[in-house]
């Protein structure tokens, strides 16, 4: 009977040595765990959701990277433009240290909410500030069209149909980053390969509507296009699905997208808003003035770049050309254009 009963706590001993060996650790040397405990970063998403795959699901997965930190964080989400004003006076007035804006269409919202609010601090991803414009506002800019440059210099490598998409949610100078950055991209590919290939460009006025962007990239299939790149946030998604269904290329954007259609993402134009909603929460928890301050976010500081899943895809001797690409847009020896004035020019600069 002792034997029994000796073997019978031996086992459960063992058992909760693994249990507790397995479990989740929270003594991360790199992470104190309790370092702005009491303080809290709210966050206002765009009309695509948390979790959309895409811009406001990057900027979220930054805010759980503070909440590892110690930081109470939450959300609330915007289903419609009239939804910002309410949404930031909701988390202005529970008294949140920090509150982001996700997208620059919220760039009327957040000046409105900062003079409404002087006693509060607001954020704002793609849009920037004059020096001093809103002491409670700060600026958080990515330069996208560095990104999508890339992936627009392997679609013109890759392209076996000299014919290339490209999907646009909503117009806007933020927006047209990806657009001419990603046509230059193209180019450059043009006229090292010594040919032409075409560009479809479609700006669909929509960041929600999957149906939307799906029924536009299947038309540029069907034209003869065989890559189409979307920036469109969450109606980009409809792209991907139609790229799979006829079995052709897309590429993502913001986050790295490959996950949602494995063999036909080809690569994605990543935006690091994660890095910047976690870089400059910790700059105000820590009691840094970044008020009435713009911050950027480009290639040189890790704030854009492509997917690491690239390499499922794109051939090795390519990604190195690209790789050789980006060093140049880092030196300023290729100075990627974000309109279409500077795009034009660009182009008659190449010769």
């Not at 959300?75 to 009239?82: G, R, V």
């Not at 909503?170 to 046509?183: I, K, P, S, T």
């Not at 409809?238 to 590429?251: C, M, N, P, Q, S």
Request: proline share 2%; aromatic share 8%.
């Amino acid at each position: 009977m002792k034997r029994k009963l000796f073997c019978l706590l031996l086992v459960v001993a063992l058992v909760l040595t693994f249990v507790v060996g397995c479990g989740p650790k929270d003594d991360d040397p790199g992470v104190d765990a309790g370092k702005y405990k009491g303080k809290k970063v709210a966050m206002i998403t765009d009309i695509g959701g948390i979790n959309d795959e895409s811009f406001n699901q990057s900027a979220w997965n930054g805010m759980e990277r503070l909440e590892k930190e110690g930081v109470e964080i939450s959300f609330l989400e915007s289903t419609k433009e009239a939804d910002y004003k309410t949404n930031l006076d909701r988390k202005s007035e529970e008294g949140a240290d920090l509150i982001w804006g996700i997208g620059f269409m919220m760039a009327q919202a957040i000046v409105d909410a900062s003079k409404a609010h002087p006693d509060r601090l607001f954020a704002i991803v793609d849009q920037g500030y004059e020096e001093g414009e809103l002491p409670n506002a700060v600026g958080a800019m990515f330069h996208s069209e560095e990104s999508s440059f890339l992936v627009g210099y392997i679609a013109g490598h890759m392209t076996k149909t000299d014919h290339v998409g490209f999907i646009l949610g909503m117009e806007g100078d933020v927006m047209f980053r990806f657009q001419y950055g990603y046509l230059a991209g193209v180019e450059y590919a043009a006229r090292e390969l010594g040919k032409e290939i075409r560009v479809d460009a479609v700006t669909i006025d929509t960041f929600g509507d999957t149906a939307k962007g799906k029924a536009t990239a299947t038309k540029m299939y069907s034209d003869g296009a065989d890559i189409v790149y979307h920036a469109a946030g969450q109606a980009g998604s409809g792209a991907i699905t139609a790229a799979k269904e006829l079995d052709k290329w897309a590429i993502g954007v913001d986050l790295d997208q490959n996950a949602l259609a494995p063999d036909h993402v080809l690569t994605s134009a990543l935006k690091n808003v994660d890095q910047a909603v976690y870089e400059l929460s910790k700059k105000v928890l820590d009691g840094e003035d970044v008020g009435g301050k713009t911050f950027y976010f480009g290639l040189k500081e890790g704030g854009v770049g492509i997917a690491p899943s690239s390499d499922k895809h794109v051939p090795k001797e390519l990604l190195d050309k690209t790789k050789e690409i980006e060093k140049k847009i880092i030196a300023g020896e290729i100075k990627c254009p974000i309109s279409a004035e500077e795009f034009e020019a660009w182009k008659a600069n190449l010769g």
